[in-house]
């Protein structure tokens, strides 16, 4: 057991505060001989880097990762994975010096402030310590390494919907999430959307949003009755992203309303003989084991706390106050939870890839 | 590492099939010298069991339980724990002997049959074996353990919405879902509701649903980070139900909407200096941690997928086909998910409990 | 985190005390597929029953193991396992009705009556309770089902020491284990251990003893740095053991006497150029990792406690006093727990066995 | 499940190789509010610290332990632990650089090259990579961090057999340990240890030993039946230190020597009232429970298997060849052992504290 773990087979533990002097994790069990450079990493840091628009938050991390363990020159000159762990460290640079005084000993509303004091009795309240979203590069560079693992399977993820304002689902072009600071796959919507978080960001407020992720190529049989199942894991690995509320799988909540008929996703064979769904309600996944469909999972995100609005509150000392929460932050957190939910997943998919392995063989 | 266990501190692993001799299971870790007799946990198997209305499948399975091992007279005469492993069993009754040709061969679209044939190469497919709802009765007999060490702890759950249909939560009387067949606490819908659910059952269909679990009592401090979160285990909780479909805590998915400034539940003193939330958007966790307000827990349970209307379908040989599934079942099995969501959310809260007594002690 | 679960893929978690209506244990992980009788479970657990020879206990229980899930016919009607948790249970018989008024509040030296009672403040004291080592009975049905994973390994264990008298290593006949009520290997010193212990026991004493188990067949490359070795999981399997002070591997405690030299077990190449040792001294164990070498393990049983002679001791008022333990007893628990170390034995290798696939796959 | 990862509610997860850039773990689970400076853990680092004296490899490691995670000032300017995640690293320095030509590609007898390179396929040979004992300094590190949390509980540990040379235990005054450079506590045997040792130096060979780790003020009641036993879990942690070929818990071996009176540990009351043992065979644990008597642990290290003499091998190219290990070694690795085996210990103890206190609470 572990506070601070996910995973079995393929582990992830991270550690570090947003303003200490690094954060980082170690990767337990990554098969070997894998091909991994601290470029491969990089890249998906890269994508989830503060900075990157005005629709997130101003502080400059570069996010440079070091492979600290569990790498080695092969015989090709190549450098992969041992099967030993694999520490990578990410320093932080951007720990802007200022005056913690307020949020030292004020718990600032929708925050962890309250709770970490309630539990430990002490926090680094730099900048949310533990609890704050600095953490997930590590998820993402964790997710990286197990992307590698994962032959065949592909990994897409957008902002579906910000606010109340939701995508048209007929003109998704996962294509073009790139293009757009909101990783939206709708082209239509990221002019209406840009406008809309300029008016919150201005107005000093937040808001907050849902994420679609999605993997393609996943094979069947991934996930064990009954409480190591596939959409349990997604589940537990969304809701522990920072501000995560909600975790839907498929058709999620939406399958309340649903009869049998509609919900059930019937099979037929395509012409090579090979089981074909004709819809998928389910999300990829049935009695907790992947069906080789694509694995659907979507989540929503609160809105940022740190906000430019007044709130009431208490302070350590049990006085009534009220909070403003200045300096850089991010109006949509849910944007830069996209590569982290993609992360999140790859490190749920390798996890049961190599479960699944171990218990059911080559031909299980 | 165990696929089919739950809980780390206070943990339940669970073992058994539909129709074979008996369904069990173990929890592990529970705190000596607690009374504990096998008629409180037939309390709330009572509760689960089928049969209790014409919502519910005809199945007759008294679901009594037994206790094995781990209790104990003590000084004064009474059965309590003693800190060994718990031994529930309950016996299968009601397998009624049925000709299992069909879908011994063949994958009822919705269930795991497809999958677990995919995953294992074998499956016991008398009433979906491991993947049966009724593995969920041992849940309920673990969480009717861990009811008993979370003093001052109170639970209540529902039906919230049946298909499209959702409770008026200005009406909600929470004393009232033992009076109506489907733990329903807004007592008007409840007439509405069961035209409603007769009229799916007699059409041979099935509905989802959303349940809620409510508890309150929780003190401030359960949970951790960053991959021990409260709201995490509580979501893989749930989703590890059958059927379920998706998980919210708090707001949930509504959550995305919301602005900085109405998401914060702001902070203030009552009258003896205690902090009081002025909301609960956050469902009563925040960073991961209970703040000590109610921990609100939604989720949709989709729609049985055993129904009357033809479904097409292939068989394990690989040829095209349709199923029908005949026999009993649940029209809407969202009904029974009510008391298995509040054993869960009972097993999540006495985990943590242990787990945060264990790290920070008494005064912790 | 279990307290009363051992292993990871392959997990076996056990509950039940020795005086209540049964014991029995769960095994999760197990691979689907695998034909499983109880009938060959019962084989091991016939080795281990007591009553088999006047040196051993005169309880009278015929551990009859019922196999409650986890199996199922599969297409040519042979019973195979499922995937899915394995339930094993054994009916507690022979329960001696008695008078426990002494036991109930008199700590017997050298059993866990003291322990038990510091650490919950309650315990079964019939019998020993959950201390006693009737449970040892689940660890060999678990390790029936290991035996039958492990294709190709076959195991062989006997006691090579009683009291002072050990085993001629030159005249060892591993296929005479079974010919003598000690398992002993070592079939000239046979008559002379029968009269030595039959001195003991007269006495109304005990003694200890040393218990040798060999697996051969191991592949190599099982085992894992650095806390997931294959010697530190079998050191832990063997000291779970009831009464066992002591674990060695290959030389053991003889190892601190060696010069490197001598201890290097040299590697050539056989006719068909694969690697020999030259020698064993590692027990077959390289760095926590298996070199295919057979796996050597030795383990010391101390004498029993429960003895005729009386001993000092204090009951649970505080009052000083002494206790004579009357009734049935093995004069040398360490006979029995020759079957009970190959079964640990077995567990572990069969948990390795799946973590290496996991991990490094079929080619790995 | 992890394969770098030790202990439950306070974990040790280590990571890196002998001439990476750098060694380091994470300690989860630790307690918040505890005095913690990087200075301390490093008094115990310089303890194990390589090039002391003639006796061990002369690498020169500063060793020095960065802290990078889970320590905040307190409100009175104190450094303490925040219970979140506490990162440690140490750099390596004198990774000398040499030609690893030969070693690259030969297996060294003795060393885990064989077996790291069936299993993975692949290894960093560089000093022996992962399975280098430089790892162990991790374990120290950890180890300092758990002293903290065990409050009242005292250490000692030394060096009482050195081949065939046993300490007299009439003569152990453990004050004297950090007097020599053995870790000797029988003063009266060090200068014939000096030359002995001197002897097997010079002659570039090496030897095995024995060392002895006590724990005393352990409260009665850790540990837990029936695969949580204290003695079960130190069996675990010390077989998992390098080169540690047997374990032995009070008596160990010898228990098979001893009839049931003469290990049956009685017990008495003191003047005070309180439970003292006449003796302490069983080493501070029954039934896998401490017992409140000091936890006496031995364990025997095997001698170093980097030695002058050339001994037969094979390449990894499959062709017979012999090998002569150059370069710095440990004459005698059992010297440096000692303080690995008093943190792996302290490890132990604050694990199954925290365990305790979880499930059996502050009254337990």
Not at 50 to 60: A, D, E, H, Y
Not at 99 to 123: L, M, S, W
Not at 215 to 234: I, N, R, T, W
Request: proline letters at 6%; a neutral charge; charged letters at 25%.
């Amino acid at each position: 057991m572990s506070h601070n773990s996910f995973g079995h087979l393929f582990r992830l533990t991270t550690w570090g505060e947003s303003h200490g002097p690094a954060i980082g994790g170690v990767v337990d069990g990554c098969p070997p001989g894998i091909p991994l450079e601290a470029s491969e990493i990089q890249t998906y840091l890269d994508k989830r880097k503060p900075g990157q628009s005005r629709f997130t938050t101003q502080r400059k991390e570069p996010d440079t990762v070091e492979i600290l363990s569990g790498v080695f020159q092969d015989q090709s000159g190549r450098q992969v994975t041992t099967g030993t762990p694999i520490s990578l460290m990410i320093r932080n640079v951007d720990q802007r010096s200022k005056d913690y005084g307020e949020i030292a000993r004020t718990f600032r509303p929708g925050h962890a402030d309250f709770t970490y004091q309630q539990k430990y009795g002490i926090r680094d309240y730099r900048g949310g310590g533990r609890s704050s979203a600095r953490e997930t590069a590590v998820r993402v560079a964790g997710g990286a390494v197990a992307r590698k693992i994962l032959d065949g399977v592909t990994f897409k993820g957008g902002l579906v919907q910000i606010g109340p304002h939701k995508i048209n689902r007929d003109r998704i072009d996962w294509g073009t999430v790139d293009d757009n600071p909101f990783f939206c796959p709708d082209p239509s919507v990221v002019d209406f959307w840009s406008t809309y978080l300029d008016g919150i960001r201005k107005d000093g407020s937040s808001i907050g949003a849902v994420v679609e992720v999605i993997a393609e190529g996943v094979p069947a049989g991934l996930g064990a009755p009954l409480y190591g199942k596939l959409d349990q894991d997604l589940a537990s690995a969304m809701m522990s992203i920072n501000a995560v509320k909600a975790v839907e799988i498929g058709d999620g909540m939406m399958a309340a309303t649903l009869t049998g008929e509609e919900n059930a996703d019937e099979i037929r064979l395509d012409r090579d003989g090979q089981p074909v769904f004709l819809s998928n309600h389910a999300g990829g996944i049935l009695g907790g084991i992947s069906t080789g469909q694509p694995i659907v999972c979507r989540f929503a995100v609160k809105p940022t706390s740190s906000i430019l609005k007044p709130r009431l509150t208490i302070d350590a000392d049990g006085n009534e106050t009220e909070i403003v929460t200045k300096g850089r932050h991010d109006p949509c957190v849910g944007i830069r939870a996209v590569p982290i939910g993609e992360a999140m997943m790859a490190i749920v998919l390798a996890d049961h890839l190599l479960r699944h392995r171990g218990q059911c063989g080559p031909g299980g």
